[in-house]
């Protein structure tokens, strides 16, 4: 257990959820973007809040640990912490600090990263009593309250680092999956996609022969990432039920795609919910030559926007000091 009232800084990385085929089970952590946290605990005198969170970024992001994704998720841990500790007279406050470097609405689980960043640092400051699928578990309220459903492919490889598979979630099982080097580029044009009309527009049935492709492509992009078959993960990566309807939410979109692939990206589609679209490449002279496709075509139709050249992030949430 960390000493009380000491501080410690953590790093949460942004995370692609979806992979393309595999919503709300496959996603991977980036090296960047990334957010930054502080954290301590202290004890907690009657009548005090068990939560106290602090911005320091310009999103006005709401305090109120009920309103607050890194909050909701660390109302769940301490609710769990104290049952298995109510032995323990010391009740615990948290305070944490966030500085959101990952633009909450980009599509790169900013709202994962300060849940997934809460919960791991409070674990860490606690003496790591709870196991990964324990902080997965506490971090979906995050999710619940950003988007209305707890999802866990954003905050499943924020913890775990790496590519993730949720092979179900009631009862929670994330399967760590390998990965061989990619390179991942990632365009955000700057407009806002709320998860939630993100979801809300989507068809609740699907046809089967859709459904068959979807399949097809899920079990290809997991088989050729364990086989290391770039090819396989290229074809793989390809979209029948949800893609065709969100794409429409974000400009540009098939164009996009025809000239990151013309440029070599093994292929790509929405970063979770969008906006952000995401590449993936063999080599990072291909990444770059993507990036400049991206520019180029958000350039010309005159919509602002940021890029990123980054590699899959193998850590996941760390503390730094
Ligand atoms: N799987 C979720 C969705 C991810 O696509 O709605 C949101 O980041």
New binding site residues.
């Given amino acids: 257990m960390v000493a009380e009232n000491q501080w410690i800084k953590i790093k949460a990385p942004a995370t692609v959820?979806?992979m393309v085929c595999g919503?709300?089970i496959l996603?991977f952590a980036v090296n960047n973007p990334y957010d930054e946290m502080g954290m301590r605990w202290m004890t907690r005198a009657q009548n005090e809040p068990s939560i106290v969170i602090i911005n320091i970024d310009d999103y006005q992001l709401p305090t109120d640990p009920e309103k607050n994704v890194a909050g909701a998720a660390l109302l769940a841990f301490l609710e769990e912490y104290e049952e298995k500790e109510k032995d323990n007279a010391v009740k615990i406050k948290l305070e944490v600090k966030i500085n959101k470097l990952i633009k909450p609405g980009s599509?790169v689980?900013s709202?994962?990263a300060s849940s997934a960043g809460a919960v791991v640092g409070a674990n860490y400051l606690l003496g790591n009593v709870f196991s990964k699928d324990d902080l997965v578990r506490f971090a979906m309220n995050g999710?619940k309250l950003a988007?209305g459903?707890k999802?866990a492919?954003?905050i499943a490889p924020c913890i775990f680092g790496g590519v993730t598979l949720v092979r179900s979630i009631f009862p929670l099982e994330v399967v760590a999956l390998p990965s061989p080097q990619l390179y991942v580029t990632i365009v955000h044009p700057q407009i806002e996609v709320r998860?939630s009309d993100?979801?809300s527009i989507l068809r609740q049935q699907v046809l089967l022969k859709d459904a068959i492709k979807q399949w097809g492509n899920i079990a290809g992009l997991v088989a050729g990432l364990m086989k290391s078959d770039y090819d396989l993960i290229g074809r793989s990566l390809e979209d029948v039920i949800?893609e065709p309807v969100?794409s429409i939410l974000i400009p540009g979109f098939d164009d996009l795609k025809k000239v990151c692939k013309q440029a070599g990206a093994l292929g790509g589609g929405?970063?979770?919910?969008g906006p952000s679209i995401f590449m993936l490449s063999k080599t990072k002279e291909i990444a770059v030559a993507v990036e400049k496709e991206m520019n180029q075509l958000y350039d010309g139709i005159g919509l602002p926007h940021h890029t990123y050249v980054t590699t899959i992030n193998q850590a996941g949430v760390e503390i730094i000091a």
Avoid at 270 to 273: E, L, N, R, V
């Fill in positions: 959820a979806n919503f709300d996603g599509g689980g709202s994962a999710e988007s459903v999802h492919d954003n998860t993100a979801r949800i969100r929405i970063s979770g919910s």
